[in-house]
């Protein structure tokens, strides 16, 4: 399975600011999904970003204020802009392939804004 | 729409013991996987074990099974012998078998800790 460089760990931010959070895979992969933990919930899925066209946004989550980039197939960010309190989350980026193989998960991001 | 429900917030074990964990899930698909995923303090995601829904046939991974019931849409997560590593958040997670944007579908989770 792929291995996944998630950075920053954490970060502690301002209201207004915005965070942008890399992923970097160590093969190439299609699909790349971007996932919220807030605090002591489930996961959500945020977007899913193909390499070469737009992210796909879930219901509730908008490009303006969670833009996505996907330069080539082993690399993406999401920027999460215009900080506030309740951004406070854990955000995951996953990769996989469809089937029975699962997604594995980067080691996760968590922002704490001020 | 796709559903996951996780109805037990926390559980504990003894450490040696077993401990079932339960998950429901809701959908009018029939191809698709399901998975239990831990996830430590560490907060990295896990994948313990797998399911796929044509099969019959119970998974299991070393000390992990699980108890799948597709008719009853029910996919219980079986730990034997639990080891104070296992103490850690247990997700049941569903993916529609289709090709393109699969994503998956992540139940409450489960709290679970392992006692000396």
């Known amino acids: 399975s792929a291995v996944i460089s998630q950075k920053p760990s954490r970060d502690i931010c301002q209201r207004g600011t915005s965070l942008t959070i890399q992923c970097q895979v160590d093969?190439?992969?299609?699909?790349m999904f971007w996932y919220r933990q807030q605090p002591g919930q489930s996961l959500t899925l945020i977007a899913t970003a193909n390499q070469g066209s737009e992210a796909t946004y879930e219901s509730g989550f908008v490009i303006d204020k969670f833009p996505i980039s996907r330069p080539n197939l082993t690399f993406s960010t999401l920027t999460v802009s215009n900080l506030s309190p309740e951004d406070s989350s854990i955000y995951l980026c996953?990769?996989?392939?469809?089937?029975?193989?699962?997604?594995?998960f980067g080691s996760g991001t968590r922002l704490t804004v001020v | 729409a796709q559903t996951v429900t996780q109805s037990q917030p926390e559980m504990s074990v003894q450490e040696a013991e077993t401990v079932t964990l339960s998950c429901t899930y809701d959908t009018s698909e029939s191809n698709y996987y399901l998975f239990w995923y831990k996830q430590p303090p560490s907060r990295q995601m896990i994948l313990v074990i797998r399911?796929?829904?044509?099969?019959?046939q119970n998974a299991t991974e070393n000390r992990f099974s699980v108890n799948f019931q597709k008719a009853a849409k029910s996919f219980s997560l079986k730990i034997s012998d639990s080891q104070l590593g296992d103490t850690a958040m247990y997700f049941c997670a569903f993916m529609i078998d289709q090709t393109g944007a699969n994503n998956l579908f992540f139940g409450t989770g489960t709290r679970l800790t392992v006692i000396p």
């Open positions: 399911q796929e829904a044509y099969k019959q």
């Open positions: 093969s190439q992969v299609t699909m």
């Open positions: 996953s990769v996989g392939v469809t089937g029975l193989y699962g997604y594995t």
